[in-house]
């Protein structure tokens, strides 16, 4: 810039651009528009889900855009560079102007500039410039006394210059603030990104196999990963984010998980997450011992730990499997580890059991009965502050996917403890095939021990033509010295039982509603039905005697409760048809392993951004509550001419301007008084 | 009789100079954290300390500077004080005690804060169409008695939360029912202020409609939502952040909600509708860029804060989550309007429009995210 007036080359009139408000305006106009775009946008979603929700065309037109990452995009970071450029120029070409205006008093103001400033008024007589001079230093002015070639004295005064220097304070504050983000934004793991020295992982391995051109080492400037430990277990990597994979940076030292705590409120609400951690460093060995929780992160060479989510890390579980396909009514238990798959033959078939996460609580809010409310019964409602939450804990639950060679699987959400409903006690099994679908609940009726044993005998025994003769022959028995049936008719009766027992063994309540569907004429189905119905009811208890005595038990006198339970056991035998398993798992034990999921990070420009804040807020300060005030008395022997000015006009200046009037009118006085 | 007081106030800042009655107020307000101190400091961190500490000075500061926040900030405790007394430590009295169940439970003071707020609506109103100084002075004290009764529901409910509890307790501003509570309260004190300060009532009726908006908010979330209830933290907010981010940032709405009414006003004179009954567009103008200014200086330090708490409990100071976004969509707009209006010189009409505009996407900011985008401001989980 060595020519400073009316020059109009191009470096100059782009140096006059981005130095300009207008142009620094909309960079924050784009800056805005297209941060709303990040808040609508989900951000960092796996791509499948954009592509899905999309269509290939769009997606691959946003992923061009870098609209899934917004805020780290190539365009993105230029707008926060020019922004960065354009408050620098602005500082650079306003600065110095300030500052000669900061340092002036503009003692050499002219008469008619001062008569001609909107506060400006002639004062009859003379005072004393030292006098003045004095009063006004005491009221916080600075004064600088000028002797005009007339002889006339001028006193300049000013106070408040630090209002420019909020100018300063705060643009200074916005490039600091930009620069430590840019920072924190690790520029340099951007550039080799892109230059495909670094290429993301977007291959589920494990972490030991991912190759060197996805790995970060421990001198990286900046990150931001997380990483779920096991208790008893160790890490010594963190996992970052990065497009459509992700990036394995090496950690300075290992942390190991001793132990994970949950803690809930009596409503179920979560109260406290914490990690009792110890990391111990690498280069030296040095453990330092620590528990931290939300809010309350531990920081160790720099990098911050931090308590970010929780869940099972892999539990030991002992299961029973129930052959639901040929049942037997004896279980298989197995073994097997939350969150971790194993193969499961079953018979000729073989099937990948994956396992997902074992929730030892399920806090469940059962609300309450909506009464009808008068308006006494609201006002009520409204005043009471505090609410008992009508909550019970369901207990453990696991999840599991039975998988089968070609890949379907059917989803499973057991829970461990006996769940009572209308008064019994079931065991209850979730089960869907689709993700996306709801769970279709299968309730198993359990005897009087909470066993189920009972039940999938019965199931066995209804599944077990050897045992039909036995039992038609008991029913029919039954009928006939109840007078049912007549002994004519026992033959049929007893061939009716088998074949009904066949039926329904053979697909439940469905097979016999498609084979009435099929064969009966319409006006008879309702009839035919309700016999078979009958039926079934009269045959379930032999059906258990049969059972009970095949397994050595004493049978029982069916009551209401036991009756209940054998309707319970026909809905739910007829339900396992529709399990699409050969094979109900039930979970009888396990260990519990909890996972604590941390995020470490680190941010060498956290402090620019704290110390860009802090100059900011002064900053702000200072330009919007310290009024810049200059204030001129010029003495002309027999008058006097005061003259103010401000920054802002506003009513504090009129104030301030009269009372300066009243003073000096005070001090015409004083001084012919002395 | 404020207004012509403070009008009429040296040049120097009066609070520098406190009187008599300036350091009896600051002596109660010592005594009172004092108290607080000695009675609750068990529950305290050191920042907790350090918090209760410096709202000891800021509150004394506030009371030199703003002389009816002597009498308002004392009466206040002394109403939540009653409402302590007569608890007797048993929550269940709220619905027994006569003056608790009428008057002075926190949800009955707060719902009491609801009614005057609406009355003095009116009354402002009344007052303008009137053109009766008398009605608009009513509303005054209308507004003043709801902010009484507003700040003693507030603290009431601060002590309710440790009836249920001890584990429970908690400042109340950390859900939408109480921050909206805090909203109404700012508001309508920040408007007292400036009020008092440039002598113009009439500007009541137009502050008070957004009051009044918030008021209906608050009572259907109350009733139809049960959303009055006293929920504990979860693991994310138990911290003394909330204690200092949250209200900073309700300065911060609150002055730009202001602003934005004034600028309805503002834009209703230039046009000539009740221009006789309002005061000038100057006024306004003014009250306006200052309810913006010390908004912004506000929402600066709160989103500042913010990061602060978010670098404690999110693992970085920002993370572009939605509400850390549309914060600096707000900061940006009226970093431009202050902008334009100081270096551009700007007046009247469009910087009018552009803070009501502006009180839409601080609404977004402040309601729209939580209900249309999901986030970590959200605390669906941990």
């Known amino acids: 810039m060595s020519s400073k007036k009316r020059n109009t080359t191009l470096p100059y009139r782009l ?209 931001r990963g997380n990483v779920t430990v096991g208790e008893g277990r160790s890490a010594d990597v963190v996992f970052l984010n990065a497009g459509n994979g992700y990036l394995v940076q090496e950690l300075p030292f290992i942390v190991t998980l001793k132990k994970f705590h949950v803690d809930y409120y009596s409503n179920g609400m979560p109260k406290l997450f914490a990690s009792d951690l110890v990391v111990t460093d690498k280069a030296t060995g040095k453990a330092t011992e620590a528990t931290i929780e939300v809010n309350k992160p531990l920081i160790v060479d720099g990098v911050a730990i931090y308590q970010a989510s929780f869940g099972d890390g ?218 078979y119905i009958k039926i079934l009811q009269g045959t379930v208890p032999v059906v258990m005697d049969v059972a009970d005595s095949q397994a050595g038990v004493a049978p029982t006198p069916v009551d209401e409760a036991k009756y209940r339970f054998l309707l319970d056991t026909l809905v739910a035998s007829s339900a396992l048809h529709e399990l699409g398993a050969p094979v109900l798992l039930q979970l009888t034990g396990f260990e519990q392993v909890q996972a604590s999921g941390l995020q470490l990070t680190r941010s060498p420009g956290k402090d620019l951004v704290y110390l860009g804040s802090l100059l900011l807020i002064i900053g702000i300060i200072l330009m919007f509550y310290v009024r810049e005030v200059r204030l001129w008395v010029v003495f002309h022997g027999a008058r006097m001419r005061l003259a103010m000015t401000s920054n802002r006009h506003n009513r504090d200046l009129d104030r301030d301007f009269e009372h300066q009037h009243a003073a000096l009118q005070q001090q015409v006085g004083a001084s012919h008084a002395s | 009789m404020q207004a012509s007081h403070s009008l009429h106030l040296s040049p120097r800042a009066s609070w520098l100079k406190p009187g008599p009655l300036d350091w009896a107020y600051a002596v109660v307000v010592l005594i009172a954290c004092a108290v607080a101190f000695w009675q609750y400091d068990h529950f305290m961190d050191v920042y907790e300390e350090a918090i209760l500490a410096g709202s000891a000075l800021g509150l004394i500061g506030l009371g030199w500077f703003w002389k009816d926040w002597r009498w308002y900030f004392p009466l206040s405790g002394l109403v939540s004080l009653a409402a302590i007394g007569i608890y007797d430590h048993e929550l269940a009295r709220a619905q027994e005690a006569f003056w608790l169940k009428y008057l002075l439970s926190s949800q009955s003071s707060i719902m009491w804060m609801c009614t005057l707020f609406v009355l003095a609506t009116g009354m402002y109103w009344a007052g303008v169409l009137a053109r009766s100084a008398l009605l608009q002075k009513m509303g005054s004290g209308l507004t003043w008695a709801a902010s009484v009764m507003g700040l003693a529901g507030l603290f009431t409910r601060w002590y309710e939360s440790y009836l249920i509890g001890p584990d429970i307790g908690h400042i109340p501003v950390s859900n939408l029912y109480e921050v909206f509570v805090l909203f109404c309260l700012i508001t309508a004190l920040m408007y007292l202020y400036y009020e008092a300060r440039f002598a113009a009532r009439q500007m009541g009726a137009f502050v008070l409609l957004i009051i009044s908006a918030a008021v209906a908010f608050i009572v259907w979330y109350a009733f139809d939502r049960q959303a009055h209830e006293i ?45 006789d009954r309002l005061p000038s567009p100057e006024v306004l103008d003014e009250v306006m860029y200052k309810a913006i200014a010390i908004g912004f200086l506000f929402f600066t330090i709160a989103t500042v804060l913010g990061a602060m708490w978010a670098a404690d409990a999110w693992g970085g100071y920002w993370s572009w989550d939605p509400k850390e976004t549309w914060a600096l969509i707000v900061w940006l707009n009226y970093a431009a309007w202050l902008h334009v209006r100081l270096v551009k010189g700007w007046r009247g009409k469009p910087l009018a429009w552009w803070a009501v505009v502006g009180l839409f996407v601080t609404t977004f900011a402040f309601v729209g995210v939580n209900m249309f985008l999901s986030g970590l401001h959200s605390y669906g989980g941990l």
């Open chain 1, 15 to 223: 140096y006059e651009l981005f130095s300009s408000m207008r142009f620094a305006i909309g960079l924050l106009t784009i800056l805005a528009i297209a941060s709303v775009i990040g808040t609508v946008l989900k951000q960092n979603e796996p791509y499948p889900n954009y592509a899905f929700e999309f269509g290939q065309f769009w997606f691959q037109f946003f992923e061009l855009l870098g609209l899934y990452d917004v805020y780290h995009s190539g365009w993105f970071l230029t707008i926060l560079a020019f922004l960065v450029l354009s408050t620098t120029l602005c500082i650079v070409r306003n600065g110095p102007g300030f500052v000669r205006e900061m340092k002036g008093y503009r003692e050499k103001a002219s008469d008619t500039s001062l008569a001609l400033m909107q506060h400006s008024c002639e004062v009859v007589g003379d005072a004393d410039p030292a006098a003045v001079s004095r009063r006004l230093q005491g009221e916080g002015f600075s004064v600088r006394e000028h002797r005009r070639e007339d002889g006339s004295v001028v006193l300049a005064a000013k106070k408040g210059a630090a209002n420019k220097l909020g100018y300063f304070f705060a643009h200074i504050a916005m490039v600091v603030i930009c620069i430590g983000g840019l920072l924190d934004g690790n520029l340099p793991l951007k550039i080799a990104e892109l230059a495909g020295r670094i290429v993301p992982e977007t291959r589920d391995i494990p972490q030991s196999q991912v190759p060197a051109q996805s790995r970060l080492d421990t001198d990286n400037l900046s990150f």
């Open chain 1, 314 to 531: 892999g539990s030991p579980l002992t299961l029973n499997a129930w052959n639901v396909a040929r049942p037997d009514g004896k279980p298989v238990p197995i073994k097997g580890v939350s969150m971790a798959s194993q193969p499961l033959r079953f018979g000729e078939q073989a099937f990948r059991l994956e396992f997902g996460e074992l929730k030892v609580f399920n806090i469940e809010d059962i609300g309450e009965t909506p009464g009808t409310a008068d308006f006494g019964q609201k006002m009520k409602d409204v005043r009471e502050v505090r609410k008992e939450k009508h909550v019970r804990n369901l207990g453990p639950s696991i999840t599991y996917k039975l998988r089968d060679e070609q890949g379907q699987a059917r989803e499973f959400h057991h829970y461990m403890a006996p769940i009572a409903q209308d008064g019994r006690q079931y065991l209850i099994t979730g089960v869907r095939a689709e993700v996306g679908q709801p769970f279709q609940y299968l309730r198993l009726p359990l005897d009087e021990g909470m066993a189920v044993d009972r039940f999938m005998r019965l199931n066995a025994a209804l599944a077990n033509p050897a045992l039909y003769d036995e039992i038609a022959r008991r029913t029919a028995a039954q009928a006939l010295s109840g007078g049912a049936i007549s002994p004519e008719l026992t033959r049929q009766f007893e061939d009716s039982v088998k074949w009904v027992l066949a039926r329904f063994a053979d697909g439940g309540f469905p097979a016999l509603e498609s084979f009435i569907d099929d064969k009966v004429p319409a006006d008879k189905r309702q009839a035919i039905a309700q016999t």
């Open chain 2, 231 to 275: 929920q504990p933290l979860i693991p994310a907010l138990q911290s003394w952040w909330m204690k200092i981010h949250v209200p900073a940032n309700f300065v911060g709405y609150g002055a730009f909600a202001i602003a934005a009414m004034l600028g309805i006003a503002e834009l209703m004179v230039m046009r000539g509708w009740l221009a």
